[in-house]
C-alpha cells in the first residue's frame, strides 16, 4: 500500500462536477485495492483567470510538479472567449503541457459493443474499432517559433512554424512503436511528407526507429488520406502516429467512431518518472454545466489511464474500467449517450459508476 | 456558337481512360448547344517526368496559361515514389495550381439520392448533405517560406511557414461569400485561431469581408472540431472557407460522406478571365488503370464544372451532369459504387454517360 499524490485540476464549465465524481470512484477503487490517494486541488483555465488573472499560475504549475500526477477535468467557456489569447484558458493548457514536457498524448476511440448504435456511422462499420492515436503534444507548430504577425507590403501577415527536430520525433516513435508492441502491432505514421519537408524529417525518422521495433508492421499514410480512412475503414488502424495539430484534427474526428467525447480519456505522458497529465477528450460543455446533466465516464476512464499509465497500479485501473462497463450494462445513460430502453442515472442513489467500483 | 480552348492534362494511372470519357461526353455535349471545344493535350506529373524528366514542363506551362481552361485528370503513382520531392508528380501539381494562380479550389460534397446507402454513414445522417468546401490553394503551409531544414546542436530539423497575408484571405473569402449568397447564405470559416496566429489574422479578415455580405450567417469552427462536425452533424454545413492544409484534410473527409471519391470534381479558379482548373478529387488509382474499372463520372462532372465557372456555358454543364444522373438511374455502377441490383457499364456498347449526353 501506498500513498498517490494527485494534483486535481477541476477547471471550467462541467469539470467540478465530474471531478467530484471521478476521485470518488478513484478513492473507492483505491481502497479496494490499498492504495491510498492524497488529492491536491488548483486552479486552471477560467477559474484561474477569474481568481488570478493568469490561466496557468505560478502556484498551480508548482503542485503539478510536485505531484505524482495531475487528474485534469476541462477547460474554457464563453466567458472567456473575448481575451486575447496570450491570456485564454487554452493557453493555460498548453503551458500546462509544456511546463511538464507531456510530449506523448494518448488518446484511445475504443468503441464499446454497449454504444455500438451510438455513432453516425454504421455499426457494421465501427463494430470492434480499437484504436490508439498518439500525438506528440508539446512540439510542432503548436510551439514553433519565429510566429506572430508582422506588416509586409502595407498590409498584416500572420505566421506560425510548423517544426519538428530528430530527437522529437524519435522520443514520440518509441513511445508509438513501444505501445503497438502491446497491441496489434500495427503502427500508421501520418504526416504530408509530400508537400512539407517537416513531414519528410518525420517520416525518415520514424522509418529509422522502425528498425529497432521488427515486429511491428509500419505503414506511412498521408494526414488527407488518414482523415478519409478513419472513416472509410477505421478497423484498419491500430496504433496511428502523427504530430501535434494533424493529431489534434484526427482524434477528434476518431472520437466520432464511438458515438460519444463524453467517454472518451486522454493522457499525456513526460519523461519516465515525471507526472503526467490524465483528462477527457471532451471540452467544459458550458451549457449545461452544474445541471447533473454531464457524463462523467471520460473522466473516470482518465483516472483509470493515470492509474495504468501514470502510477503502475492496473489492478485499480482494471476496477475503475470495469465499474464503467457495469454501469453501462446496467442500462445507465446520460443524454449524450441515450438509446431506447435505456435509464438515466438516479442522483439522489449517488451517481454511478462511483457506487461500485 | 463558339470555340473553347481547352488544354486536356490526362496525366497518371487511370487518367488518360477517364480522359477519353470525359472529352467524349463534353464534346456530345457541347454539339447539342451549338459549342465547339478544342483540345490540347499536355503531359503533367509521371507521364512528364517520364517523357522530359520534369512534372510540370515549360511547354505544359505555356499551354496551360493560353488556354480558355485546363481539365486535369490524375497524377502520381508507385513509379515515381521513390523520386526526391522536388521531382515527383505531386509537385508538377503543386506548380501548376501556383503557376496558375489558381487560389480558390471549389469542392463539392453532394450525396446523391442514388447513392446515399454507399456512405459508411448512416443513411439518415448524410441523405441530403450538399456542401461546398472553398479551400485557398496556392498559399499557406504549402508554399510557405522558409521552408526546408537544417542543422541544430547536432541534429537535423525540418521545417515549414503556415502564413497568409490580408489581401490572400480576403479574395478567398470572397469567393466563399459570393457562393454562400447563391446558395443557402451560410458560411463556416475554419480554422485554429486558439492556438495558431495565422489563423487569428484569418478570422479577422473573414469577419471583415462579412460585413459586405450581410445576409450570410457566418460562423467560426476550430479544425479539429470541423472534423468532427463533418460526421456528426454534415447537414450543418453549407459553405465552408478555409486554408490549403486544413482544406485538404476537410475536403478528403468530407468525400467519405458520398461514398464515393469517384464522384467527386473540383474547381480551382483563379482571377476573372484566367483560366482555371477543373479535375476530380480522386487520385490515379494505378492498381486498377488500364482494365476499364475506373469510374469517370467525377471526370464528367468536373467537365461541367468547367463549362459552369470557367466557360460560362451552364447549359452544357446542365447536360453534362444530367447524363450522369440519367446512368446512375438506369442502374449502371462501376465497382467502387456498385450496389445490389445494379449492372455494370457494357463496354462494348460505349461507356456511359458518354453515350447520352
Ligand atoms: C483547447 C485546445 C488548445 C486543445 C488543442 O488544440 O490541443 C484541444 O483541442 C485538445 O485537443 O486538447
Ligand atoms: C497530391 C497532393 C499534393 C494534393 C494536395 O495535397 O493538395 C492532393 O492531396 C489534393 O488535395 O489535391
Tied chains: 1, 2.
Excluded at 510538479?65 to 472567456?80: F, Q, T
Excluded at 504577425?149 to 500572420?158: A, H, S
Excluded at 527536430?165 to 512503436?177: G, Q, T, Y
Amino acid at each position: 500500500a501506498a500513498t498517490h499524490n494527485i494534483t486535481v485540476l477541476p477547471g471550467d464549465g462541467i469539470g467540478p462536477e465530474i471531478t467530484k465524481v471521478a476521485l470518488k470512484a478513484l478513492t473507492a477503487a483505491g481502497k479496494a485495492e490499498g492504495e491510498d490517494f492524497v488529492y491536491t486541488e488548483a486552479p486552471i483555465g477560467g477559474a484561474a483567470i477569474d481568481a488570478t488573472g493568469d490561466p496557468y499560475p505560478a502556484s498551480t504549475e508548482e503542485v503539478c510538479k510536485a505531484a505524482d500526477a495531475v487528474l485534469l477535468a476541462c477547460i474554457g467557456g464563453y466567458k472567456w472567449d473575448s481575451l486575447p489569447n496570450a491570456q485564454r484558458p487554452e493557453k493555460g493548457l498548453l503551458r500546462l503541457r509544456s511546463s511538464l514536457n507531456a510530449f506523448a498524448n494518448l488518446r484511445p476511440a475504443v468503441v464499446l459493443p454497449q454504444l455500438a448504435d451510438a455513432s453516425t456511422l454504421k455499426r457494421e462499420v465501427v463494430e470492434g474499432v480499437d484504436i490508439l492515436i498518439v500525438r506528440e503534444l508539446v512540439g510542432g507548430i503548436y510551439f514553433g517559433e519565429p510566429r506572430g504577425f508582422k506588416e509586409e507590403n502595407g498590409e498584416r501577415v500572420g505566421y506560425n512554424t510548423m517544426v519538428y527536430r530528430e530527437s522529437e520525433v524519435e522520443r514520440i516513435a518509441r513511445v508509438a512503436f513501444d505501445a503497438a508492441m502491446k497491441r496489434g502491432k500495427r503502427l500508421c505514421s501520418v504526416e504530408k511528407s509530400n508537400v512539407l519537408e517537416v513531414s519528410q524529417l518525420w517520416k525518415d525518422v520514424v522509418i529509422r526507429v522502425a528498425q529497432d521495433y521488427p515486429e511491428v508492421e509500419l505503414s506511412h499514410m498521408y494526414i488527407d488520406n488518414a482523415a478519409m480512412q478513419l472513416i472509410r475503414n477505421p478497423k484498419y488502424f491500430d496504433v496511428v502516429v502523427t504530430g501535434n495539430i494533424f493529431g489534434d484534427i484526427l482524434s477528434d474526428e476518431a472520437s466520432m467512431l464511438t458515438g460519444s467525447l463524453g467517454m472518451l480519456p486522454s493522457a499525456s505522458i513526460s519523461e519516465p518518472g515525471k507526472p503526467g497529465i490524465y483528462e477527457p477528450v471532451h471540452g467544459s460543455a458550458p451549457d449545461i454545466a452544474g445541471q447533473d446533466k454531464a457524463n462523467p465516464l471520460a473522466m473516470v476512464l482518465s483516472a483509470a489511464m493515470m492509474c495504468r499509465y501514470g502510477l503502475n497500479l492496473p489492478k485499480v485501473a482494471d476496477r475503475l474500467e470495469a465499474a464503467v462497463t457495469a454501469a453501462l450494462d446496467a442500462g445507465y445513460r446520460t443524454g449524450d449517450i441515450m438509446q431506447p430502453g435505456c435509464k438515466q442515472p438516479r442522483p439522489s442513489a449517488g451517481r454511478h459508476p462511483s457506487g461500485s467500483p
